[in-house]
């Protein structure tokens, strides 16, 4: 199965150590080469970003930073686990390494492989 783990932290404009890059960098190769940890991104400040809109048919865009919100979206990653318990104990660990905030976890939808015959 496989599930995507949103992070949101509080934006601090404060860059992490490199000793919490270090660490955060041996998390990510621990779990890539474990076969658990398919793709993972961190995602610049909010002040680059925009929020695009649609509500009763009026488009809006707005660019950040996005001081109404309480919490950002600080990053992604997509997790291979056998089940969402699995994928909520990779979460804890990864949050033990990133500090503060939270870790929304969705199963992501995978159709059916098509099996087909090739004919030559």
Request: glycine fraction near 10%; hydrophobic fraction near 40%; charge should be negative.
């Amino acid at each position: 199965m496989k599930f995507l783990s949103i992070y949101k932290s509080v934006e601090t404009g404060v860059p992490p150590t490199q000793e919490e890059m270090d660490k955060m960098g041996k998390l990510i190769e621990q779990e890539m080469k474990a076969g658990t940890l398919l793709a993972t991104e961190g995602c610049l400040p909010s002040a680059l970003g925009a929020r695009v809109r649609i509500s009763g048919g009026k488009l809006t865009v707005t660019d950040g930073p996005f001081t109404e919100a309480k919490e950002v979206v600080g990053g992604f990653a997509i997790l291979q686990a056998n089940s969402k318990a699995e994928a909520i104990e990779m979460v804890k660990n990864f949050l033990e390494v990133a500090g503060e905030g939270e870790c929304e976890l969705r199963q992501v939808f995978e159709a059916p492989q098509a099996h087909c015959a090739a004919k030559f």
